[in-house]
């Protein structure tokens, strides 16, 4: 059995699925979906989403200047989804949804409290791209929930039962094969 040869696109799966937190100057908040996000840079810590310009809470983002990446969970994958195919424009998700805005230590954004990680972002730049924009931003201050820590302070992401998106699907991470450079490590 071979291979297929199919027209490009972005089969870069699997992707983490988070819900990103916004806000409008006035203090109007929504909460949605993002599948295309990434790591740009540790130093200075540096994050990226890519949104359409007809999402909702786009024009919140570029009026602010903010955001909060939450990440999701098996526990919130029904939140995940709803809030990637419902508006804000129609509706309060995170009174629907039951989640809970939390106070961010320097963005104006909301938190969201079920998320086991948050990670508060300032837009450097914006990066248009075609069918999305690029909001490249600096990571100011990340908030890790205390329920997934060790007595040593080691955070257990694992724990949380974090989920990935790929090629439509929302799936649970599978158990750890490794840690980094387990490959070179001396038996």
């Given at each position: 059995?071979?291979?297929?040869?199919?027209?490009?696109?972005?089969?870069?799966?699997?992707?983490?699925?988070?819900?990103?937190?916004?806000?409008?100057?006035?203090?109007?908040?929504?909460?949605?979906?993002?599948?295309?996000?990434?790591?740009?840079?540790?130093?200075?810590?540096?994050?990226?989403?890519s949104?359409?310009?007809?999402?909702?809470?786009?024009?919140?983002?570029?009026?602010t200047?903010?955001?909060?990446?939450?990440?999701?969970?098996?526990?919130?994958?029904?939140?995940?989804?709803?809030?990637?195919?419902?508006?804000?424009?129609?509706?309060?998700?995170?009174?629907?949804?039951?989640?809970?805005?939390?106070?961010?230590?320097?963005?104006?954004?909301?938190?969201?409290?079920?998320?086991?990680?948050?990670?508060?972002?300032?837009?450097?730049?914006?990066?248009?791209?075609?069918?999305?924009?690029?909001?490249?931003?600096?990571?100011?201050?990340?908030?890790?929930d205390e329920?997934?820590?060790?007595?040593?302070?080691?955070?257990?992401?694992?724990k949380?039962?974090?989920?990935?998106?790929?090629?439509?699907?929302?799936?649970?991470?599978?158990?750890?094969?490794?840690?980094?450079?387990?490959?070179?490590?001396?038996?």
């Amino acid at each position: 059995m071979g291979k297929q040869s199919w027209k490009p696109g972005n089969m870069l799966y699997p992707l983490p699925v988070v819900l990103i937190s916004t806000a409008d100057r006035d203090g109007k908040k929504n909460v949605f979906t993002v599948a295309w996000t990434g790591t740009v840079c540790s130093d200075p810590p540096m994050v990226s989403i890519s949104v359409r310009p007809e999402r909702y809470s786009y024009h919140m983002i570029k009026e602010t200047g903010e955001f909060v990446i939450n990440l999701t969970t098996e526990e919130l994958a029904y939140a995940t989804d709803y809030c990637g195919v419902v508006s804000g424009r129609d509706i309060d998700k995170f009174e629907k949804l039951h989640l809970t805005p939390e106070k961010a230590d320097i963005v104006k954004v909301p938190l969201v409290k079920e998320s086991p990680v948050n990670i508060e972002c300032l837009v450097k730049d914006v990066k248009a791209l075609g069918s999305h924009d690029m909001f490249i931003a600096q990571v100011v201050a990340v908030h890790a929930d205390e329920k997934y820590m060790d007595v040593k302070n080691k955070f257990h992401f694992d724990k949380a039962y974090p989920i990935v998106y790929s090629h439509g699907e929302y799936i649970s991470l599978g158990r750890k094969i490794g840690t980094f450079g387990y490959s070179v490590k001396k038996k």
